[in-house]
């Protein structure tokens, strides 16, 4: 039996980004993963990678490109007739993005000297996992050893009673990713993050969509005033959403959908050629043998950790999906790093103040911090500052007039409690913002420093200034 110092289950963002930080600190390090691609092969990369943030970007752009061709275009000067969309051509390209970055974790194990079991992994004891090998090797099962040990086993989709998936008709986030021609009517549940990004890029391609949410508001979790302007401009773009609408059944043949909700008004019910069910995550625990090992699970699934990500059971640690906190692929990163340091001896910080989220809908909606909801709940007194995208000079020149940068600070001692941004490219704006908040920066630090000239990022800087109502262009 082969001993190391970390084995890492999972190698996603939040498994691969541990075993190289462990590798880099001079630990011995192994990383077992079983994800397998359409060609049966074992890769690397995870849910991320292979089926949830870099495949869902690809299709966004191809889908925005597509869209800006065929509605603005015009107004650039640019005449084109008749765009067409080859989806075959477009899922290829999603495809071979896929595969650079997968092979591209290959190689940095390899660079980094991380050993790659492939296989999936089961916890015997705190210093002891079974890896069943799984593609080429699947009849073989061995032990290896481990010092440390990091659980990164992800999430997996949810899935409701009343539509069954079945990736055909009735598909989850990965089924969305693979259609082979646009489907005329488009049904989706859930106007989450997920629900509301693939509905964007088929309905941007020409199908008709839908999307329930059960809900009676729309992104609960944004900041009030940005969620409507968001809700509109999205409707505008032709998504067709139904708040307050519970999915109690579907009805599935050869070439249909039917799908029974109830509203305010009754009950509905309505016919698709396909049917999205994004209505979130779960963690990934299955097979694992947390229980048998020791390791504790909450009542959702999750195991339980500390602050530093640590079980009740020694020298095991767990990151990302599978435990607390928000499931983002950044977050399970930046935990990976953390607990390789803790390993290693070192101290390191983990700020869960200072995480940002992004939603990618055009405009993009990013925040970090408190919504102006929270903060009224908790009965905190704070300034605002908010600053129209439509009064940009840059956004007006790209032709992006809509959203809006809001900016919350602490009262008293200006201390930036939020940030938020409805605007083309908020995913990269919103950067500037994230390190004001981990830095304890104030809407004065922001307002205080030069932005270039003309830039998105000019309406931050207008937001900063209009805290104190000393915004210049608005």
Not at 31 to 44: A, F, N, P
Not at 376 to 399: Q, T, Y
Request: aromatic share 6%; charged share 20%.
């Amino acid at each position: 039996m082969k001993n190391y110092d970390v084995v890492v289950i999972g190698g996603g963002p939040g498994g691969y980004v541990a075993a190289i930080r462990c590798a880099q600190l001079g630990l011995s390090t192994a990383c077992v993963e079983s994800w397998l691609d359409d060609e049966k092969q074992v890769v690397l990369g995870g849910t991320c990678l292979n089926v949830g943030c870099i495949p869902s970007k690809a299709l966004l752009d191809s889908s925005h490109h597509f869209s800006f061709i065929k509605n603005e275009a015009k107004e650039h000067g640019i005449n084109v007739s008749s765009p067409a969309m080859d989806i075959h051509r477009m899922i290829e390209r999603k495809k071979n993005i896929v595969s650079t970055l997968t092979q591209g974790i290959a190689g940095l194990f390899k660079k980094n000297k991380v050993d790659w079991l492939k296989g999936h992994g089961k916890l015997i004891s705190n210093s002891q996992i079974e890896v069943q090998a799984v593609g080429d090797d699947s009849s073989e099962a061995y032990q290896v050893g481990a010092g440390h040990i990091i659980i990164a086993t992800g999430s997996v989709p949810m899935s409701i009673p009343p539509a069954q998936v079945d990736n055909e008709m009735i598909v989850d986030s990965t089924g969305a990713l693979a259609f082979t021609d646009v489907p005329k009517r488009l049904g989706v549940i859930g106007a989450g993050v997920i629900g509301l990004e693939l509905g964007s890029v088929w309905n941007r391609l020409g199908a008709e969509v839908v999307i329930f949410e059960a809900l009676d508001e729309f992104l609960a979790p944004v900041d009030r005033q940005l969620a409507k302007e968001a809700e509109k401009l999205l409707r505008n773009q032709g998504l067709d959403i139904r708040l307050g609408a519970k999915v109690t059944g579907t009805g599935c043949n050869n070439r249909e959908v039917s799908v029974t909700y109830e509203d305010a008004e009754g009950k509905q019910q309505i016919v698709f050629d396909k049917l999205i069910v994004a209505v979130g995550r779960k963690p990934n625990t299955a097979g694992l043998g947390a229980n048998d090992a020791g390791v504790e699970l909450d009542q959702r699934g999750f195991i339980v950790v500390d602050e530093n990500c640590q079980t009740g059971l020694e020298n095991v640690y767990a990151i990302g999906d599978v435990v607390r906190g928000p499931m983002l692929a950044h977050k399970a990163s930046e935990e990976g790093v953390a607990v390789a340091e803790r390993i290693a001896g070192q101290k390191s910080h983990m700020n869960y103040d200072a995480i940002p989220w992004v939603i990618y809908t055009w405009p993009e909606i990013a925040w970090v911090g408190k919504t102006e909801q929270e903060l009224k709940a908790a009965g905190i007194d704070f300034k605002r500052g908010s600053f129209p995208i439509a009064a940009s000079g840059r956004a007006r020149a790209m032709g992006e007039v809509n959203g809006v940068i809001k900016m919350l600070s602490d009262a008293s001692s200006d201390r930036i409690l939020g940030i938020h941004i409805l605007a083309p490219n908020a995913s990269e704006l919103i950067s500037e913002a994230v390190l004001a908040v981990e830095f304890d920066g104030s809407s004065e630090d922001i307002a205080r420093t030069i932005h270039a000239h003309p830039t998105l990022a000019e309406a931050l800087h207008e937001a900063a200034l209009a805290v104190d109502k000393r915004a210049i262009h608005f």
